[in-house]
């Protein structure tokens, strides 16, 4: 055995003085050899071991031979031989990889080992199947991403909150430039704003040519936060007519409520003459009253 091991140590020294990979190989897996097979050699050379431990080692070091020859023909072959000899594997382990990339919906991961499957293996075919499945795959999950961001976008609408809507329009249409269904969305959001005022113009006259002031004070109110000074001035005659209405029910609803001694409303009707009224006569009169009937509302029980 001590010859041996001297051998496969003089053959991975000339390995290396003359930079040969394979030789080296074959002394280091000689010397493995040597390790494994040497202890159980020497242990089977007892007289108590009987021949079937003899044909037992003389399996495995067959085996182990075997490996060494098989180790140095495949270091002789050259990198294009060994790739041709790998490449139904890696052509395996490429496709494998590539359905992952598509089952976590990296297309781009995904589309960088298509082209290495048709450029560096040559399977174009197999190739053109994935890139027709990726990008398959790649539209639906874009048009279900863009269905579920336009549906939250109507609902900022529906609700009226422009200026959320304003910025999910801009963020859907940045996060699905090539989308056709994002263009315009920005639009969307202003058309819808500009229906809505529209509409609330529209509700006002109405409720103020039917003399419902309360329900046009409350439009009018709305309306506040949309129309612009110049939008404003054709309504502005009507407008005062329902403030002044509105008023002037306020003021007989308290009075009302005062001579019933109902305290609790004439508590009620007067906080919203100081609220919608502050600087009118009324609103002053009111001030010099509000405490005592706030007083007198708070004793009424429940």
Same mark, same amino acid.
């Given at each position: 055995?001590?010859?041996?091991?001297?051998?496969?140590?003089?053959?991975?020294?000339?390995?290396?003085?003359?930079?040969?990979?394979?030789?080296?190989?074959?002394?280091?897996?000689?010397?493995?050899?040597?390790?494994?097979?040497?202890?159980?050699?020497?242990?089977?050379?007892?007289?108590?071991?009987?021949?079937?431990?003899?044909?037992?080692?003389?399996?495995?070091?067959?085996?182990?031979?075997?490996?060494?020859?098989?180790?140095?023909?495949?270091?002789? !072959?050259?990198?294009?031989? $060994?790739?041709?000899?790998? &490449?139904?594997? =890696? @052509?395996?382990? *490429?496709?494998? #990889?590539? +359905? /992952?990339?598509?089952?976590?919906?990296?297309?781009?991961?995904?589309?960088?080992?298509?082209?290495?499957?048709?450029?560096?293996?040559?399977?174009?075919?197999?190739?053109?199947?994935?890139?027709?499945?990726?990008?398959?795959?790649?539209?639906?999950?874009?048009?279900?991403?863009?269905?579920?961001?336009?549906?939250?976008?109507?609902?900022?609408?529906?609700?009226?909150?422009?200026?959320?809507?304003?910025?999910?329009?801009?963020?859907?249409?940045?996060?699905?430039?090539?989308?056709?269904?994002?263009?315009?969305?920005?639009? !969307?959001?202003?058309?819808? $704003?500009?229906?809505?005022? &529209?509409?609330? =113009? @529209?509700?006002? *006259?109405?409720? #103020?040519? +039917? /003399?419902?002031?309360?329900?046009?004070?409350?439009?009018?109110?709305?309306?506040?936060?949309?129309?612009?000074?110049?939008?404003?001035?054709?309504?502005?005659?009507?407008?005062?007519?329902?403030?002044?209405?509105?008023?002037?029910?306020?003021?007989?609803?308290?009075?009302?409520?005062?001579?019933?001694?109902?305290?609790?409303?004439?508590?009620?009707?007067?906080?919203?003459?100081?609220?919608?009224?502050?600087?009118?006569?009324?609103?002053?009169?009111?001030?010099?009253?509000?405490?005592?009937?706030?007083?007198?509302?708070?004793?009424?029980?429940?």
């Amino acid at each position: 055995m001590g010859i041996g091991v001297t051998l496969c140590l003089a053959v991975i020294v000339m390995g290396g003085a003359r930079g040969d990979a394979l030789v080296a190989s074959v002394g280091v897996v000689g010397l493995a050899l040597l390790c494994v097979a040497g202890p159980i050699a020497l242990h089977l050379a007892r007289p108590a071991a009987g021949s079937a431990r003899v044909r037992e080692i003389e399996r495995l070091i067959r085996e182990l031979t075997e490996a060494v020859d098989h180790l140095s023909e495949h270091q002789a !072959l050259s990198d294009d031989a $060994r790739r041709v000899l790998n &490449r139904q594997r =890696e @052509r395996e382990l *490429l496709r494998r #990889a590539i +359905e /992952e990339d598509i089952t976590q919906e990296d297309w781009d991961a995904a589309m960088v080992l298509v082209r290495e499957l048709a450029e560096r293996f040559g399977y174009r075919a197999d190739a053109e199947e994935f890139r027709a499945r990726i990008e398959e795959a790649r539209y639906e999950t874009v048009q279900r991403r863009v269905d579920s961001a336009i549906a939250g976008l109507d609902a900022l609408l529906e609700a009226c909150q422009w200026d959320e809507a304003r910025r999910e329009a801009e963020r859907i249409c940045r996060l699905y430039p090539d989308s056709p269904r994002t263009d315009g969305l920005r639009h !969307l959001v202003e058309r819808s $704003r500009e229906t809505f005022k &529209r509409d609330l =113009e @529209r509700r006002f *006259l109405h409720a #103020a040519g +039917e /003399e419902r002031i309360d329900e046009a004070m409350e439009l009018l109110r709305e309306m506040d936060q949309y129309l612009t000074e110049a939008e404003a001035e054709p309504l502005k005659e009507v407008a005062r007519g329902v403030i002044g209405r509105a008023r002037e029910n306020l003021g007989v609803q308290f009075k009302l409520a005062v001579q019933d001694k109902a305290w609790q409303r004439a508590a009620e009707v007067g906080e919203r003459v100081l609220a919608d009224f502050p600087n009118t006569r009324m609103a002053e009169e009111i001030r010099g009253l509000i405490d005592g009937i706030r007083e007198r509302a708070a004793k009424i029980p429940g």
